[in-house]
């Protein structure tokens, strides 16, 4: 009778632990869902075409920030610091990446809006973020980002008071897509035999 108790103590036990795991391992997925419906820290909408309602004649500051992870070699930045733009209105604004290395880089942006409030409201409509980005050694880019402010935002409780936005950009170095990084073994490859 000892026995089955212990049994059943230790399948609890692994039946939560296995629980737990499987919480863990959906809980980014989850959040990342959760945060893009809502807008929740910063995260912004997307969409696939502009507004299709009224543009306000209320504008909007939008700011632009650029960052790097430690050890990224590139340089990044915003080729304009701000803008004002009408609520409604589309958007083009564009950021400026180098590679000063004599190595092709791959590079991801992550990014929000501050203040977090404005996040669902504030909507891309194209990014260079959406895809992993290749830079070439010495090669220079203009990396365009389409958006536009959700005219809801003036109806919005916590939103009609955002004066300003910053869309902020932070870029990673990634792992090179196959086809090139296979392409850039072999130029080394060819490099050292030659130099040898």
């Not at 507004?51 to 650029?66: H, K, N, W, Y």
């Not at 604004?93 to 404005?118: C, K, L, M, Q, W």
């Amino acid at each position: 009778m000892r026995v089955s108790a212990n049994k059943r103590v230790v399948l609890s036990l692994v039946a939560i632990v296995a629980f737990m795991g499987a919480m863990g391992f959906a809980a980014v997925p989850f959040y990342n869902w959760f945060c893009a419906v809502t807008g929740y820290g910063g995260t912004t909408a997307s969409a696939s075409s502009g507004p299709s309602g009224e543009i306000l004649e209320q504008t909007m500051i939008v700011r632009f920030d650029a960052s790097k992870e430690r050890g990224m070699p590139w340089t990044f930045k915003p080729v304009q610091r701000q803008m004002e733009i009408r609520i409604g209105e589309v958007g083009l604004a564009f950021y400026e990446a180098h590679n000063p290395t004599d190595r092709v880089i791959a590079g991801t942006a992550s990014y929000n809006v501050a203040p977090f409030t404005a996040g669902g409201f504030f909507t891309k409509i194209d990014c260079f973020c959406f895809t992993q980005q290749v830079l070439q050694p010495g090669e220079t880019v203009l990396m365009p980002v389409t958006f536009y402010i959700d005219p809801e935002i003036v109806n919005d409780r916590d939103g009609r008071r955002v004066e300003s936005i910053t869309l902020s950009y932070t870029f990673y170095e990634t792992d090179l897509p196959e086809d090139l990084a296979n392409l850039d073994q072999t130029v080394d490859d060819t490099i050292n035999s030659a130099v040898n």
